[in-house]
């Protein structure tokens, strides 16, 4: 007898999806002729506490009673239901939820959804997204109608940790080295089985046991390490501050928003000028509404809080040098999952004099992230970032109030890319993103010493004209 494995099991409602299936299952049930058309009184109201909370007792009790409900339905209409729903709630599954399904099947593991909602009605929706079996509460059946009663377990709290058990006693399953995903504190008896819980969009009494148990918490509509507060991102909650009234000591001229794609994934690319660069870009997404995964390198994540505050924000960590290809892996996940990736293809802010040559020099990186994704490559010209947090300065100019720099910001269409050579596409990215600045920045000129010295880092004093830091290549 071969050895036991692990499997991944994925609670429904509030985990691989992000509310509860419950309001399309009854509108499709109304559409096959199973229930009346008129809703319930309060029917509306019980999905949106389900929504904010996840599952109370009171709800579970009548979701156990729906059996009773059930009775005398005729079986092939409600599977016929079933089918309907999938094809609407397919399109609502998470798409990190996706990514993780895909990742365990690669390490070779069955996922399967264990969910308190019955079976006929969640099954064809666990096939539409490539599950390999459901464990879910099952109606007893007589001559073809439900009679009432629940076959086996009642899926929920202990019953779906022995019905997980019974699942994995018949397909060599071993329950102590598997994961489980899960939104409820009802799960906690299965997570607590598990070599592996993963506490999902955890309702508030999970999180404090998660908390307590050490368990990861992760929200599967967002990067992991991307934390929530009342449900919402923290990049979310900033862009809400993105006014001009919170940010006194700059200006923004930004042109172009229509160019950032209102849905699914794209990479942005700027040139660099400025440590304010991606404040000035997040501005100019803010104002579209859509987050944005930036790269950076690695001494920016491992800086005291800063480091901190960058991974909240969906940060993907760059070792420059390492020739490792996991940045571009995650960033690719990002694109995967429907976000926007940026990064600076100049690598790094040019130093002292070649700061202020007019031909941009980019490495490799967009190129070829835009080659495996086949995501747009959308450039972004700045100027005047750097009169806002010079090089030379360890932090921004915010007593600026009374005459504030202007930061102009120009999103151009999406770059023509012929994903035959990375040089050739680099070189098209940055000729893209100089076309998007003022003309001055296309003259060749001899910068004074002032200037000089406003482009080097703090306390330098050399010219660091440094071929590093013009040369293109791979990141």
């Not at 102590?176 to 819980?197: E, F, N």
């Not at 990736?341 to 070829?368: C, H, N, S």
């Not at 490559?377 to 005459?403: C, F, K, M, N």
Request: proline residues 9%.
């Amino acid at each position: 007898m071969s050895p036991a494995r692990a499997a991944a099991f994925f609670d429904l409602d509030r985990t691989l999806l992000k509310g509860a299936s419950g309001p399309v299952v009854t509108e499709c049930l109304r559409a096959v002729g199973v229930l009346p058309d008129r809703p319930i009184p309060g029917e509306g109201l019980v999905y949106r506490v389900f929504d904010t909370i996840g599952e109370t007792l009171p709800s579970m009790l009548m979701t156990r009673q729906a059996a009773r409900v059930a009775s005398g339905w005729d079986r092939a209409t409600v599977q016929e239901a079933g089918r309907l729903a999938a094809q609407r709630l397919v399109d609502q599954v998470l798409p990190y939820a996706r990514l993780l399904i895909d990742q365990h099947h690669d390490e070779g593991r069955p996922v399967v959804m264990a969910t308190t909602s019955p079976y006929d009605m969640v099954a064809p929706l666990a096939e539409a997204i490539g599950l390999d079996d459901v464990i879910a509460t099952r109606y007893g059946e007589v001559d073809g109608a439900y009679d009432g009663t629940v076959d086996g377990h009642f899926v929920w709290g202990p019953g779906k940790l022995a019905a997980v058990r019974d699942w994995a006693a018949d397909h060599a399953v071993d329950v102590g080295s598997s994961w489980a995903y899960s939104d409820s504190v009802y799960d906690v008896p299965l997570l607590s089985a598990v070599g592996h819980p993963v506490a999902v969009n955890p309702d508030p009494r999970l999180m404090v046991v998660a908390t307590l148990r050490r368990w990861p918490i992760q929200h599967l509509d967002v990067p992991g390490g991307v934390p929530k507060l009342a449900g919402i991102e923290p990049q979310r909650l900033l862009q809400r501050l993105a006014v001009p009234q919170t940010l006194p000591f700059v200006r923004f001229d930004v042109d172009g928003e229509r160019n950032i794609p209102a849905e699914g994934p794209g990479i942005i690319v700027g040139n660099h000028r400025s440590y304010f660069d991606p404040l000035a870009i997040g501005y100019a997404l803010a104002q579209v509404g859509r987050p944005v995964r930036f790269l950076g390198k690695k001494e920016v994540f491992d800086a005291p809080l800063v480091g901190q505050v960058v991974s909240a924000l969906g940060g993907i960590r760059v070792e420059r040098g390492s020739g490792s290809d996991e940045p571009l892996q995650a960033a690719a996940e990002a694109l995967e999952a429907g976000e926007l990736v940026a990064l600076m293809p100049q690598g790094t802010i040019p130093r002292g004099r070649a700061f202020y040559d007019p031909e941009l020099r980019g490495r490799w990186g967009a190129a070829k992230l835009a080659k495996l994704s086949r995501a747009p490559v959308i450039p972004i010209g700045l100027w005047g970032t750097e009169q806002v947090w010079p090089r030379s300065s360890r932090l921004p100019d915010v007593t600026a109030v009374g005459h504030p720099p202007t930061v102009r910001v120009r999103i151009g269409p999406p770059v023509d890319l012929k994903y035959r050579s990375p040089d050739a596409d680099t070189k098209r990215i940055m000729a893209a993103i100089v076309d998007l600045l003022p003309a001055v920045a296309r003259e060749a000129r001899e910068p004074t010493a002032e200037e000089i010295a406003a482009a080097l880092p703090p306390g330098a004093t050399d010219d660091g004209d440094h071929e590093r830091d013009r040369r293109p290549g791979s990141d």
